[in-house]
């Protein structure tokens, strides 16, 4: 896992680091003062930073996205308390990316890491359909799959809304080959399962958001 909520113009663009005053540098704090021990674990295991700087990937994840997301601006919340926010753009982001395994997505095509044949871009595209009914973004760093990105429309607020999987707006291919893409093992022992909804909880925002 890479990235978290993101709510976008609908064009591929979107705001960043929307309030200063909420540019917490105590994440894993907040989650363990809130006592959601099982969704930090799941962190630190799914959504470690290659750095081996797990918080400040974290406080850099909540102050550019998560702070730019309207309905987790403390003013939306019915007897907020401090902080609570954070632990909902979290929850929902560990939620959404439980239930996106791209690895097995593609692996029900056929489309599996490997270091001695290449994937098209439609064959690649095409798995990544018919798991979701959607399409993804899919980017690369030159020939090699880097990412996937997932769209939604929020009916709601983030923390209780429907997430409605939707064709992504705005963004192409992303530098990726028509042909000829390497999808490299990247040599992990474990690979993300489905979280309870306890260990997930609740989360909040308006709009078309993607999980990475």
């Not at 750095?51 to 919340?77: M, N, Q, R, V």
């Not at 632990?87 to 395994?101: E, K, P, R, T, Y």
């Not at 871009?121 to 799959?145: H, K, S, W």
Request: proline share 4%; aromatic share 14%; charged share 20%.
């Amino acid at each position: 896992m890479r990235q978290a909520d993101r709510p976008d113009f609908c064009d591929g663009n979107y705001n960043q680091y929307c309030d200063e005053s909420r540019q917490y540098t105590n994440i894993t704090q907040i989650l363990e003062a809130y006592g959601r021990h099982a969704l930090l674990a799941y962190m630190r295991t799914y959504w470690a930073d290659d750095g081996g700087d797990d918080e400040a990937f974290w406080e850099h994840e909540w102050g550019k996205h998560g702070t730019c997301i309207s309905t987790l601006d403390p003013d939306c919340y019915t007897n907020y308390t401090p902080q609570e926010e954070v632990v909902d753009f979290f929850a929902q982001a560990v939620h959404l990316f439980s239930g996106l395994n791209t690895y097995e997505f593609l692996a029900a095509d056929g489309i599996l890491p490997t270091n001695s044949t290449t994937y098209s871009y439609d064959a690649i595209m095409r798995a990544l359909n018919r798991a979701t009914g959607v399409n993804a973004t899919i980017e690369c760093e030159g020939d090699v799959l880097d990412e996937v990105y997932y769209s939604f429309d929020v009916r709601g607020s983030v923390a209780n809304g429907e997430f409605v999987a939707q064709n992504p707006v705005g963004e192409g291919t992303d530098g990726c080959p028509v042909e000829g893409i390497w999808y490299v093992p990247k040599n992990l022992s474990t690979y993300p399962t489905p979280v309870s909804s306890s260990a997930a909880g609740s989360a909040t925002a308006t709009g078309t958001g993607g999980l990475f």
